[in-house]
């Protein structure tokens, strides 16, 4: 299948696109859509059958949660009981990269996307097509990152294409991503906020809210079976902290970049700028591995602000494939 394409000229939105797209959504079909974070593979979340569609597309395991996207609070008020805290940092945070995990409404959202849980991941995304999709299909969307499952994320159009162009009715275009990590992820224990997954809100931004420092989650059962070690693998093997690359390595930079560089090379932000390598890290990984290398020496990235998403995507990266 040819999926039908949509360029979005840079600030208008093609209402007749959005329109088809909510069309082939309410018909139980998947069409892919940009968020600030990474595109997302898109099905009506009520529809078991669009639903499980989405696993079989990405080829990912059927215990592993979907994130339902909402187009604010009240749409998500519908779907999950939002407690205080979470409340607090929807209204701080939403729209923008902030999922929140919580308690699910009976038969708001399809098992099949819940896996079965008693909780539901929601977020609501900022950028304006993802936005304009929500409100024209008028409820919610799950949508995972639209790559195939343990890939690369893709950041932009042309990468859902390579990823899942064959599975998809429609791709949104909405050029590149500028977050470019997926959502920070949060759950509550005893009401208290609690990191599952570091993401496109920096900690240090979560706590100013929360007014309390942010511990991770307690590993356990369900946490996040999307958080296996192995997981955004390109076909390079990766060698993190590296302060040059060895020869025969390609090599990904940050900040100023040392001698005698190889011709493979990408530089994630030579300013050192922790927005811009967030923005740019799945895109320069996309480049360089679709150039073959073995492997690929990464310099190092400091551990703050979008730092800890950044590193956490690359120790998945490097981590050894099961
Ligand atoms: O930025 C994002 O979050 C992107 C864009 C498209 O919105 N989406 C995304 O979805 O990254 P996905 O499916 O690739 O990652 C969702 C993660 C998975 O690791 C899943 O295990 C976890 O969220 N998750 C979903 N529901 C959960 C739940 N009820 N409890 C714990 N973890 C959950
Ligand atoms: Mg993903």
């Given at each position: ?226 958080m296996l ?18 020869p ?27 927005a ?10 996309r ?19 979008l ?16």
């Amino acid at each position: 299948m040819t999926p039908d394409t949509t360029q979005r000229h840079a600030g208008e939105i093609d209402a007749d696109a959005i329109r088809r797209a909510a069309a082939i959504l309410r018909a139980g079909g998947l069409v892919a859509f940009p968020t600030e974070t990474v595109y997302g593979l898109g099905a009506d979340a009520r529809s078991d059958a669009a639903v499980a569609r989405i696993f079989e597309a990405k080829g990912r395991p059927e215990h592993n949660p979907l994130i339902a996207h909402v187009a604010d609070l009240a749409m998500a008020e519908r779907i999950a009981v939002v407690g205080e805290t979470a409340r607090r940092l929807a209204e701080a945070f939403w729209p923008g990269p902030l999922s929140l995990v919580l308690p699910v409404r009976d038969g708001a959202i399809s098992a099949r996307a819940t896996a079965g849980l008693a909780t539901v991941a929601l977020r609501a995304p900022a950028h304006p097509v993802a936005q304009a999709l929500l409100r024209a299909f008028d409820g919610p969307l799950v949508a995972p990152s639209a790559n195939r499952s343990g890939r690369l994320s893709p950041t932009d159009a042309d990468a859902v294409r390579a990823e899942l162009g064959d599975a998809v009715e429609m791709i949104l275009d909405g050029g590149a991503c500028a977050v470019g990590v997926e959502s920070t992820i949060l759950k509550f224990e005893d009401g208290a906020a609690r990191l599952l997954r570091p993401g496109g809100i920096a900690v240090e931004e979560l706590e100013r809210v929360l007014d309390t420092p942010l511990r991770a989650a307690e590993g356990g059962e369900v946490e996040a079976p999307g958080m296996l070690a192995s997981h955004y693998a390109p076909n390079a093997s990766l060698r993190l902290n590296a302060t040059a690359p060895a020869p025969g390595e390609a090599w990904l930079g940050f900040g100023p970049d040392p001698s005698g560089l190889p011709a493979l090379s990408e530089n994630l932000s030579p300013s050192g700028d922790l927005a811009e390598a967030a923005s740019r890290l799945f895109a320069c990984l996309r480049r360089l591995d679709a150039r073959g290398p073995e492997r690929i020496a990464v310099a190092p990235v400091p551990e703050k602000g979008l730092g800890r998403a950044i590193n956490d995507r690359l120790r998945r990266a490097a981590a050894p494939r099961a």
